[in-house]
């Protein structure tokens, strides 16, 4: 007799046995796809549904009641309900509306402002559908749910923790936006991985040679090549590039043209409605992907009840990507020159994202390098794989486990404007840094604590992460109090800042909220100003120390004059203030050698003075202590 197979109640999965080994998987949370993969004894697998495929469409789809379907079965909703259907909500994942205004001719749904709730630092764009309003982290917490119940269905037993990557360009808020967004799936995340990072991990890299490699990553709708240096199990991002709006869509567009194009030949002009437009889409992926493994195929457009029919071959379509892929070496070359690499000193290529499955892709990308890119690993799976190696280490124990890097510097605000960097770009994660600072001016009791991320001098360059006050600082003279400020970077490249005055100890410490809001074209912008703008940035930043300077003097010099000016006659009186409306004009304006030499004068001119008062002050300390002083100080 056979066997009786058990069954759950709806919903209900089955406790974890105290017996069984603690259990993390590894998911790739990507903008057209999302994959979760589980790390065992035997190697890597990729959770699959029944007929094989490993891939989960990053799209959902929502009913009147708000409850979500997420997958291959929303994206066939797309068609019929576009209104009740978002998909690459990644791109949204914290940025403020602002930020994606720019990005909103492309993204078919409608955009409102946040109200604040899902940070204490700004607001992230959310989402209308089906007459419902969702911030990305929600969309994207079903889809990661999604991928929590196909792993618990294959595994059978409860799945809650995970190891999530992100694209190396992610900024805090981002990182931040896909952690909550997997807390509110039920899963906690034992590690943000970088995508590349996480590529290099499932190739093994990290056991193998040192050296630099270039993770190649061409997706549904982004570019993104990065050069890592691999040296003792640690890899540091060289060089990062990119396009945000340039992926396999471009593709599916050539193609969906080159068809509408046949049909205007065949039929003349017709009016097309957006579902005909979408149709013509999905046929031209659909041909494209074809055309990977096949030589030629037949598609028809059956648009307005009228099919035509639509022979192509992979000349023809190499034909129409060809502008599209050079596009990407084109990038490629760049990254690579302002890491100072040439492409021989390569060590390895990685295939990344769906789009390398076309043999033209690996073709260029070959000829670029000069050697074969490796893609044994399926090249849409690959990144959960690394992910899942990760999840593994991490609950079992490893001698491998990954150290990743800082994508961009961080600092504090000092006066005048300028970053003092804590802990440079690419630095070795977790790290914690100190550095201290003090008052600017006499009796201080406060202390503006300002967070910046970037790679510029000028904090207005820069990106404002955080802002807190360290307060019940003792009264001293400028200079005097030690305030100790701790940047501490955890394992998944979240940042925390304390602030420590050592002298009486009050303390003040912030997690970095960040305010949402930073385009990756912005991210890589600051990236590449920072390279233009070195010297000019050199230059500001030498101007703004001696405005500071000046006017610290100047500061210091009314005061002495508000206690003291009495010891002045009024012709030196005089010649001070002419001196100080010229440093006060020097410092107007743009030339740092004037402030410096107007300030030598009034230095010089007010030299007199300070010799008074410093004998004024030495008498009143004689004259004015009592014998009981000298007494209390004697015991
Ligand atoms: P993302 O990282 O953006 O989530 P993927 O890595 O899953 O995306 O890549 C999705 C893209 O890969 C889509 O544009 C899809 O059409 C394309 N793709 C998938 N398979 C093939 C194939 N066999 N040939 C060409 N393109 C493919
Ligand atoms: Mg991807």
């Known amino acids: 007799m056979a066997q009786l197979l058990q069954i759950h109640e709806p919903g209900a ?20 796809n999302s994959v979760v993969a589980i790390g065992e004894d035997a190697g890597v697998r990729v959770l699959r549904d029944e007929n094989g495929i490993g891939l989960v469409p990053s799209i959902v789809a929502y009913a009147a009641d708000g409850s979500a379907i997420v997958g291959e079965l929303a994206r066939r909703l797309m068609l019929d309900r576009p209104e009740a259907v978002v998909g690459s909500v990644k791109r949204l994942m914290g940025r403020g509306i602002a930020d994606v205004k720019t990005l909103a001719g492309t993204l078919p749904y409608q955009l409102v402002d946040g109200d604040g709730s899902m940070g204490t630092g700004g607001r992230m764009a959310r989402v209308v559908v089906a007459g419902h309003v969702f911030s990305p982290v929600e969309i994207s917490a079903e889809i990661l749910r999604a991928l929590k119940e196909r792993a618990e269905m294959q595994l059978g037993r409860t799945v809650d923790r995970a190891v999530v990557t992100v694209p190396a360009y992610f900024d805090d808020a981002a990182r931040t936006a896909t952690r909550d967004a997997a807390r509110l799936a039920g899963l906690e995340v034992l590690r ?88 013509a889409l999905m046929t031209g992926r659909i041909a494209k992907e074809c055309l990977s493994t096949q030589k030629w195929g037949e598609w028809t457009l059956n648009i307005g009840d009228v099919p035509s029919l639509h022979r192509f071959d992979r000349p023809a379509l190499e034909g129409l990507l060809d502008p599209l892929i050079d596009r990407t070496i084109h990038i490629c070359r760049q990254v690579l020159d302002d890491a100072g690499v040439d492409p021989a000193d390569v060590q390895g290529v990685v295939l990344v994202g769906g789009s390398t ?79 201290e600072f003090t008052t600017y001016q006499d009796g201080q009791q406060a202390m503006a604590i300002h967070v910046v ?40 490249g979240l940042l925390t800042v304390s602030a420590l005055e050592t002298t009486t100890g009050s303390e003040q410490k912030v997690a970095v909220k960040p305010s949402y809001g930073l385009t990756e074209d912005e991210m890589a912008q600051m990236l590449y100003d920072a390279l233009q703008h070195g010297a000019e940035d050199m230059r500001l930043r030498v101007l703004s120390e001696a405005r500071v300077e000046a006017k610290r003097v100047l500061v210091a010099l009314a005061a002495a004059l508000a206690v003291d000016g009495d010891l002045l006659t009024d012709e030196e009186r005089q010649a001070l203030d002419a001196q100080v409306a010229a440093v006060e004009t020097a410092i107007a304006g743009e030339d740092r050698d004037a402030i410096n030499a107007a300030v030598e004068e009034l230095e010089t001119l007010s030299r007199p003075f300070a010799e008074r008062r410093m004998d004024r002050g030495i008498r009143a300390a004689l004259s004015g202590r009592e014998l009981k002083d000298f007494e209390a100080a004697g015991r």
Not at 358 to 382: K, Y
Not at 462 to 489: K, N, Q, Y
């Open 13 to 32: 999965t089955p406790e974890p046995g105290t017996d069984e080994a603690p259990l993390a998987v590894g998911v790739d949370l990507g903008t057209t």
């Open 192 to 279: 943000l991985v970088n995508e590349p990072t996480a590529a290099a991990l499932a190739y093994g890299l990290d056991e193998g040679a040192e050296g630099i490699y270039a993770i190649y990553d061409l997706g549904g709708g982004t570019f993104d090549v990065s050069l890592l240096n691999m040296q003792k199990g640690v890899f540091q991002v060289l060089a990062t590039g990119g396009d945000a709006a340039l992926g396999g869509d471009d593709f599916d567009h050539a193609v969906a043209e080159h068809f509408l194009a046949q049909r205007r030949q065949q039929r003349g002009d017709e009016p097309l409605a957006v579902a005909d437009v979408k149709l």
């Open 357 to 435: 499955r076309v043999p033209l892709v690996r073709q260029r990308v070959g000829e670029l390098f000069g050697r074969e890119p490796l893609s044994d690993i399926d090249p849409d799976e690959v990144v959960a794989v690394g992910a899942a190696l990760q999840a593994k280490a991490l609950t079992r124990g490893s001698e491998t486990l990954l150290i990743d890097v800082t994508p961009l510097s961080l600092g504090i605000e000092t006066m005048g404007g300028i970053v003092e960097k804590v802990i440079p770009r690419n630095t070795p994660i977790p790290v914690a840094r100190a550095q």
């Open 453 to 492: 991320q970037g790679e510029r001098e000028l904090v207005d360059q820069c990106r404002s992460l955080a802002r807190f006050e360290l307060r019940d600082i003792p009264p001293m003279t400028a200079g005097a109090a030690r305030i100790r400020v701790t940047f501490a970077v955890d394992a998944d």
